[in-house]
Each structure stands twice: as structure tokens, then as C-alpha cells.
């Protein structure tokens, strides 16, 4: 197709000028979170060990940057999209943004609830630009802390010289989104028993110091180079030794996205 595009002086006129996301909301916005610790035994899934120590921390993250947290615990596949689907028809209008967090066993585009899994599209759905209105031109962030697959990552030794260190009223429908997996695609996550997993980890201790200064790209960068250089397995079985983990980010968003305003 060929089709003549829209003035950029269009956007001047109409005030939607700004390069980053309106936060002055009354509200920051909620923060779901789903913690799937303990599965039904017909789905042959262990219990996630250290999950309850990530979803503390994102408690307290969350908390400290104004969002309305709800935790919740051991949902089925029903119960996770009939939560997800209630939380789209409240009316966010007040709320600057949206936040929902997965901490469960996954495969590639996929989500496991206690007892089945679902895939991630249809639990994102719901906030898509014609589904939640309220929330049409708000940054919505889906966190998933979950594998995407049965691969290991065993990294690659670097050389020693590398670095250490709108224009219109109407909006694409998957615009505004952003989903920061703990894992690229086809890879196992990887999560320690006492302190919990990886990238939760490297998250939250990213958005505890830079929270309030960087731009959320700026701040999964960081993330991402985290757990790419400081976490490496270490096990007595050969194939579970000395592991990577490369956490993977895709945006849709549209402008910046500062946590404060």
C-alpha cells in the first residue's frame, strides 16, 4: 500500500508535542502482580522456591514509586485472565500508567497458571487501545519473570579491551506497550532459592537507584547488562553449570517514560 502520511505540524497543533509520557496524574497507576509459586501436580511443575522474595521486593519497588500494588497468589489459567480482564474495564482515567508483573513458569509466548497454561497475548489483550480506553496513550508494562524455553545459555568468553562497564488523534492499538522478559526467547530463566531470580533481582535493584533519574530504556539497559555480566550459575552438575541469562526487552512505546514527573 501507498498512503500519504500526516503532517507533523499536526501534532504541534493538536498538544500531543510532548516526548514523554504525561505522570502527574492523581495517580501513578496500579501494579499487578501474579506470583505462581505452587502447581497443580498433573502439570509435573516444581514449586518456584525464591518467588515470594521477588514478589516482596516488587512490593516495596512498587510501592515507593506511588503505584497501588496488588499481590496475588497461586492463580489458575481462568483465574489470571478473569483478574487481568476485571483490571481493564476499571476506569484508569485518574492513573498515569499501568504495571502487571508475572512471576511463573512459562515456554516460549506462553504463561503457566497453577493448573494450565496461557498465552501471553490473550492475558495482554485486554488493555489493548480499543479493549481499556482509559488507559489509550498510557505506557502499559508487562514484566514476565518465566522461561520462554528449554535452552542454556553458556556464554562466551569477551576479550579483556571490552568495555566494563503522535501525529493524530487516532493511535495504533498496540501502541504504548512495553513487556521486558527476564529471558530472550527459547531460553530458560534462571532463579536462585533464597535471594530469587536473576533479572527480578537486577530489576529491582536498578529501579531502587535510578528510578527517580533515567528513562525506562535507560534503566532495562542497565538491567539487562546486570544480569548479563554479574549472575552465573554455579552447580555441581555439569549441564547446570556456569550458565548465562540474557533478559530481553520489546517496546512499542511511543514516547519516554520517566517514573517521576
Known sequence: FILKSLHSSKSVESGLSSDSYKMDYPEMGLCVIINNTHFHNDTELSPRTGSDKDAANLIDIFRSLKYEVRNKNNLTRDKMIELLRQVSEEDHSQRSSFVCVILSHGEEGVIFGTDDSVELKELTYFFKGYKCKSLTG?????????????????????????????????????????????TVPGYYSLRDPKDGSWFIQALCAVLKQHAHKLEIMQILTRVNRKVATEFESYSSKASLHAKKQMPCIMSMLTKELYFSH
Open 138 to 182: 498510557k505506557p502499559k508494562l508487562f514484566i514476565i519473570q518465566a522461561c520462554q524455553g528449554r535452552e542454556f545459555d553458556c556464554g562466551v568468553e569477551t576479550d579483556s579491551g571490552t568495555d566494563e562497564d503522535v501525529a493524530c488523534h487516532k493511535i495504533p492499538v498496540e501502541a504504548d506497550f512495553l513487556y521486558a522478559y527476564s
